[in-house]
């Protein structure tokens, strides 16, 4: 059973491009959790979907980020005309029910570099 | 106020040797988990343990254990018989029972410390 899957690993791209990036949960698994990690900090919540919902996007700045879980295929984040303060680590995790007591699967993670 | 906190930004311990790192929360909900995960310099999260809020054992997984202690709100992890593997970044994390909607599936997201350097000495 493979583990949760982020590609690319390592993206980089200039001010005012478009990043993508996706997530892949475990097998069964219909929830998914965003989070960005900035140099130095903790993680923190970004958005959280099901299939074809978005939930609690919250922790999404306002601007410029989206995030969608399509029926089929795998959860993309999307940052529209990235900015250098969008440098960071982001982890998708999953899991197969959302209640406090259920285990986040993390993946490796796709570290955004913004030139 | 920080809902999750962790009071050591780093540690040091000697090779097979234990150690605690601290971890206090703040939340009003009855129930709640709380994680322990690691990360390595290569940057992955791996989880190590968890502890319900009404479990009333210590979670215990090999070498961690987590010292819960809900009156006080903390839930201090511990390692034993320290290796050499184990220096990494360790974060602790509180997942509530959030309900997005009157009635409807709470979802918990997961809420993160800001991490304790542990490093390990030969």
């Known amino acids: 059973n493979a583990g949760v899957m982020q590609n690319p690993r390592h993206l980089v791209r200039r001010r005012g491009q478009e990043a993508r990036l996706r997530c892949s949960p475990m097998?069964?698994?219909?929830?998914v959790y965003w989070y960005r990690q900035l140099p130095e900090e903790g993680l923190k919540f970004m958005v959280y979907?099901?299939?074809?919902?978005?939930?609690?996007e919250s922790g999404m700045p306002k601007e410029r980020f989206s995030a969608e879980f399509p029926k089929e295929g795998p959860s993309i984040l999307r940052i529209q005309q990235v900015v250098r303060g969008d440098s960071a680590a982001y982890f998708c995790?999953?899991?197969?029910?959302?209640?406090?007591?259920?285990?986040?699967?993390f993946g490796p993670g796709t570290r955004l570099t913004v030139l | 106020a920080q809902k999750i906190t962790q009071t050591q930004p780093g540690m040091f311990v000697q090779e097979k040797e234990a150690v605690t790192l601290d971890c206090t929360y703040d939340?009003?909900?009855?129930?709640?988990?709380l994680f322990w995960y690691k990360q390595p310099s290569s940057g992955e999260m791996i989880f190590l343990i968890y502890?319900?809020?009404?479990?009333?054992q210590n979670a215990t997984e090999g070498r961690y254990s987590l010292n819960f202690q809900k009156a006080r709100k903390s839930a201090n992890l511990v390692i034993s018989a320290s290796q050499l593997g184990d220096s990494a970044m360790y974060f602790c994390?509180?997942?509530?029972?959030?309900?997005?909607?009157?009635?409807?599936?709470?979802?918990?997201?997961?809420?993160f410390g800001q991490g304790t350097i542990l490093t390990v000495h030969p």
């Open positions: 995790a999953s899991s197969p029910r959302p209640g406090p007591y259920n285990e986040q699967f």
């Open positions: 097998k069964g698994h219909s929830h």
């Open positions: 979907l099901q299939k074809e919902n978005i939930i609690d």
């Open positions: 939340t009003s909900d009855q129930s709640y988990g």
């Open positions: 502890q319900g809020s009404y479990d009333e």
């Open positions: 994390a509180m997942r509530e029972a959030e309900f997005p909607n009157a009635g409807g599936t709470s979802y918990g997201k997961l809420t």
